[in-house]
């Protein structure tokens, strides 16, 4: 019956081929047809329903809740149920239709409001036969299709650098990084004014408490109470814990708070993780940096490579792997930071972790598209969106993650790694400038073939010169949990085969139709499975 309503509303195509004004003329018309079918969508109400044909049935669900032979313990399986179901629907495009990924995927675009919309925008802007604004579109919420509707949003076509389908995509996330506070520097107190909401005059009170009652305030108040109420609390308390964390009471307290998460004094006795890190410098800086101070907590140094990629790329590793276990860090090689939990390595490290470290984090590059493409971002994004989710069965409550990366990337997004923080209960304290952290002088590398020829350069970090040094920030979190059940973890959706071998950008801008066209999609989308697999490549 909805199919019936849309092409009684919509006037159909005459047959032929009409004139330039004619052919505006028809497009206006199909405009108008679905911008009233639309309405009459939203009159009967039914974006709210789906159509009994679409409800998925019970074997479906089943299947999705299958993984296939892979074994995790029931009270880990939430840490890898996005990373699974990730690896499944890029696998089904290769075994069945594209429709039953789409419909796992996304569960608005299988609503008639959410095809209607998308296409009414389509039609707009000209883009019937762009695979990467389809691809776009249909990733979008019905909030994020009304706000292009409403505010008469249009790309550039004639953009020299982007796409339209690129535009929309940079502009629906610039919308979202409105609310994050941006990229660049933000103090404990800006973080916590953010966070709660305050008005500019809450954050003049905060600033102006010292030490002791502005982490009192920061730890308690959960906006059950004032402000107010909660400052006058935090100026009578006693703090009786004899530890780092009430040192120089009197301070000034941003300033303190700040030298904390620089100096890096975390918890002496809990583990810390450091993962994806290629050359093993930073481990070896985390690990002196501890031994100084007698932690007696390890340093778990993890490399996503398997040695023998190492040995090819830095040959001084295996002195890099002797210095650590001198430490008494344990090294290990081949760990996909999103499936840890199906690694026995990290059998029984469950709440353990103290502190996590993941600096510069990138799912590598793809030869002929820009980070930022939707063929190829949306690697990016899941990394980060995985990643904390996965850390949530392993980091003890109050522990620390701090994630590496450049304000103005465009690859990992700080929008990513924020966002996907707050949304496992990851609560973000603090951005600070990465040349300001203790731990900021190690060798920095590429983390693939590159580092082959471009030597890491410890001594005075001169090796990696691909982004502005005084963009880099350090992103801090403190895990919080609440108790409740969160969410299966949303992913983005990657591109199916037929949109890959549509599109018409990166490495396919030159090629016409023909097998060439269709091995370079089967190839991209095979890379794709290999990684979310656990698999590096390149």
Same mark, same amino acid.
């Given at each position: ?68 032979? *892979? ?284 502190? *996590? ?182």
């Amino acid at each position: 019956l909805k199919g019936q309503h849309l092409a009684r509303e919509c006037p159909p195509l005459g047959r032929g081929a009409p004139s330039a004004s004619v052919e505006d003329q028809m497009a206006d018309e199909l405009e108008l047809g679905l911008e009233e079918a639309l309405e009459g969508l939203e009159e009967a109400g039914l974006e709210e329903e789906a159509p009994a044909e679409e409800e998925a049935p019970a074997p479906e669900e089943e299947e999705d809740d299958d993984d296939d032979d *892979v074994h995790v313990e029931e009270h880990l399986r939430d840490s890898v149920e996005g990373s699974l179901r990730l690896k499944r629907m890029l696998s089904r495009d290769t075994q069945g239709p594209d429709a039953k990924k789409r419909k796992t995927a996304n569960g608005d675009a299988a609503q008639p409001i959410h095809q209607a919309k998308m296409k009414a925008l389509l039609v707009k802007w000209g883009g019937m036969t762009d695979a990467v604004m389809k691809h776009v579109l249909e990733e979008c919420s019905l909030d994020e299709l009304n706000h292009l509707i409403n505010t008469n949003y249009m790309p550039n076509k004639f953009d020299q650098r982007k796409t339209p389908g690129e535009l929309t995509r940079q502009h629906l996330l610039q919308l979202k990084e409105r609310e994050l506070g941006g990229g660049s520097r933000i103090d404990v107190v800006s973080a916590f004014k953010l966070r709660w909401k305050l008005a500019l005059d809450a954050e003049k009170v905060l600033r102006a408490l010292t030490h002791k009652d502005l982490r009192y305030v920061i730890n308690t108040y959960d906006g059950s109470q004032t402000l107010e109420d909660v400052v006058n609390e935090a100026s009578v308390s006693v703090d009786e814990d004899d530890n780092t964390l009430s040192a120089v009471p009197t301070g000034p307290g941003p300033m303190v708070m700040g030298r904390f998460n620089r100096l890096e004094l975390i918890d002496p006795l809990a583990d810390a993780a450091v993962f994806g890190d290629a050359n093993l410098t930073f481990c070896m800086n985390l690990a002196t940096h501890r031994k100084g101070f007698g932690h007696v907590g390890r340093v778990i140094a993890t490399t996503f490579e398997e040695v023998e990629t190492l040995r090819e790329r830095y040959k001084e590793i295996d002195t890099s792997i002797a210095f650590l276990e001198e430490h008494h860090a344990e090294v290990y090689h081949g760990v996909d930071c999103t499936r840890i939990a199906l690694d026995p390595r990290f059998d029984g490290m469950e709440s353990r972790l103290g502190a *996590v470290y993941y600096n510069f984090p990138h799912s590598g590059a793809v030869q002929g598209f820009f980070d930022s493409h939707p063929m190829v971002n949306w690697r990016h994004e899941n990394l980060m969106r995985l990643f904390f989710r996965a850390l949530r069965h392993f980091v003890k409550p109050g522990g620390i993650v701090k994630v590496s990366s450049n304000a103005g990337a465009v690859g990992v997004r700080y929008s990513y790694i924020v966002g996907s923080a707050i949304e496992n209960e990851f609560l973000h304290t603090e951005t600070m400038p990465f040349l300001e952290w203790h731990l900021h002088r190690y060798g920095r590398s590429y983390g693939d073939k590159r580092d082959v020829y471009k030597r890491p350069d410890a001594k005075n970090n001169q090796s990696y010169n691909a982004q502005n040094a005084n963009s880099d920030m350090v992103y801090c979190f403190c895990y919080s949990p609440t108790g409740n059940t969160l969410p299966k973890q949303s992913i983005r959706m990657p591109p199916s085969m037929q949109t890959l071998s549509q599109c018409k950008d990166g490495p396919f801008k030159n090629m016409g139709p023909g097998p060439a066209r269709e091995n370079m999609a089967k190839q991209l989308h095979a890379r794709f499975l290999t990684e979310v697999s656990g698999t590096h490549v390149g």
